[in-house]
Structures are given as C-alpha cells and as structure tokens.
C-alpha cells in the first residue's frame, strides 16, 4: 500500500512539473522582442524569419536600429541557403572567423556579394537601401534563376518599404526584415 502511494504521489508530482514547465516555456516564449510585440504584423515577419534561422530569438528587435551589411547578409543567405552549404571563413580581408563569417564567405561563393577594391567586405558597416536590393537580387537570381529581376521592379513593387526615399539611405532592421519577407510570400516561401 505505501509503495502504492509513493508512486501516485511520483506521478503527481511528475505531472505537476511538467504542467509548470510548460507554462514557463509558454511565459519564456511571450518574453521575445518585447519592443515589437504591439505591432503584430512586424511580430509575424520576426517570427517566421526565425523559423527560417535568419533571426535569433531576443528579448528586444530594436526594429530602428540601423542593419550592417555583415547582419543582412546572414539574415538573407539564412532565409534563402540550405543549411549543410553554408559556410566559410577567410573570405575577405575583413572577414575572418566571426559570427557572420560563413554567411559572408557563402554569399561571396555565389557571387552575391563580391566586396570591395580593397578585398574588404566592411562588414560593421551599415547597409544601404541600393546594396540591400542587390543582395536581394543576386540571390533570388542565384537560388531560384530570377535572372530578370531588375532592381527597378525590386524597388517599384510592394517589396520597397515606403519610407525609403533616397537609394543611399541606412536600412533599418524594421526595412530589412519588411524587405526580405515580402520576397520570401510572394515566392510562397512559408
């Protein structure tokens, strides 16, 4: 018999914690970029690139926030490579072993990006709207053969954030993301 209560005390036990251990997971989950979490619509966009492993989960997004040229390319080549052909290192001059650096190398391995005079990438740089595009363009036009895609349609369509109006301007992590979503549903991407 006291064999018999130890064991459903056990289960009790056991199922207590896991209900608490869920709804801690649950809470954990609610925690991630508290800063957009009132705008739904950027919170979707967030949410699925992080699906696709081109956004790490944090407790802020810090939506306006300018976006380097190094955290484009990640968030891009994640969304859009198969995982097993990512990587590289040493690729530039600027572009040793860092986080970034095998999302860089494999961008440059397409012919996605291919840096400057220098042989540097200049990766803590911020990007801009036309550079932005271009990696865009390139590697639409490297994985799924948008060979025609001119960064005029890039720019003229629902793809170009609103608020851009001058090509040479910073691209915020808000545009950045907006961007590269907007691409990824009209590919069906999802």
């Known amino acids: 018999m006291?064999?018999?209560m130890k064991k459903i005390?056990?289960?009790?036990?056991?199922?207590?914690f896991v209900i608490i251990s869920s709804l801690n997971f649950i809470y954990a989950k609610e925690e991630f970029w508290q800063d957009i979490s009132a705008n739904k619509d950027?919170?979707?966009?967030?949410?699925f690139l992080e699906t696709k492993k081109a956004i790490n989960k944090s407790k802020q997004f810090f939506p306006e926030e300018k976006i380097s040229r190094a955290a484009f390319v990640k968030m891009t080549v994640a969304a859009t490579f198969d995982k097993h052909w990512i990587k590289g290192k040493n690729c530039f001059s600027d572009v040793e072993n860092e986080w970034f650096a095998k999302y860089v190398c494999t961008a440059k391995r397409a012919v996605i990006v291919s840096g400057y005079n220098d042989q540097s990438f200049r990766p803590e740089e911020n990007i801009n709207f036309m550079e932005a595009v271009k990696i865009i363009?390139?590697?639409?036009?490297?994985?799924?053969g948008w060979k025609n895609i001119a960064y005029?349609?890039?720019i003229n369509k629902e793809n170009s954030p609103t608020n851009i109006a001058d090509f040479h301007?910073?691209?915020?992590?808000q545009e950045a993301v907006t961007m590269l979503y907007s691409i990824l549903k009209n590919l069906k991407f999802s």
């Open 42 to 47: 950027l919170f979707k966009i967030v949410s």
């Open 9 to 16: 005390l056990f289960m009790f036990i056991s199922f207590i």
């Open 137 to 144: 363009s390139n590697t639409f036009e490297h994985q799924f």
């Open 169 to 173: 301007k910073e691209v915020t992590r």
């Open 152 to 154: 005029i349609d890039f």
């Open 2 to 4: 006291i064999f018999f």
